[in-house]
């Protein structure tokens, strides 16, 4: 009997000593948690820090904007658009042009693109769009045939100094509504992602309006536009304005400059035909999209 109550004295004190033990544990691990928990928060923090500095000074801009590019591939394809023909002009059309003794002043003649313009009339295209330099007067008979072509637009180019561009005027007898500047938003891995809609014009390119949106514009009827602090208005869509750092852009003031958006493209070019096959009437079929 003298020996059970021992042995149960015992196990007492076994027992008050593992809750003893248990204690001294639970003490001793929960300073090194802690401290381990600083570290990883401190490590995060200035890794946050840094990936947000170096975002800020344009670091990690190729590699955001080549990242936006392969999303954009991964979307599904959107056809080419059937309301727009491209008329080109090659070599071949260049010797069609000297052949029919034709002034050429350029890759196109002023008698070339009168023909044109008849040929293209009985379509009743809603817009016809010269993306030629043609800085000089439209011979008498092609100036005439313009004035009753309200939808024609003409290019112009505004000086740009920071890509070493000078300015190139419009055709001098043309008016300002139907010119259009050129200019276009090059990022520094030599890709265009950007469309310039309006910028400040200059007294050689006096439109401030781009090309593309005059064509645009034509299309769509000649709607209302206005431009505000939130982007540009086309009658009731809102295109906002692409800020300089928007995404992955860390865009410099000058390259920030006027109302850009971001281009959406197709994954296919519009239909195409030469200069000759319309002026032969040789694709007469394939002038009605």
Known sequence: GQ???????QGRQGGQGGQGGQGRILTSDFPSVWRELKVAFIISLLGTCLLLGMRSLGILQTW???????LMQLRPTEPSDRRILVVTIEEADIQYQTK?????RGSLSDEALAQLLRKLAPYQPKAIASDIIHDFPYESDLADLIKQTPQFVAICRINSPQSNLVSISGPPDLPVQQLGFTNFALDPDNVIRRQILGMASDDVCQSDRAFSLQVALRYLGNPSLNL??????IDRVLFRELDYDAGGYQLSPKDALGVQILINYRSSLPQQISLREILNESASDRLKI
């Open 3 to 9: 020996g059970g109550k021992e042995t149960g004295g």
């Open 64 to 70: 955001e904007l080549q990242a936006f590019d392969r």
């Open 100 to 104: 029919n003794n034709m002034t050429l």
């Open 228 to 233: 505000s602090s939130d982007g540009l208005r």
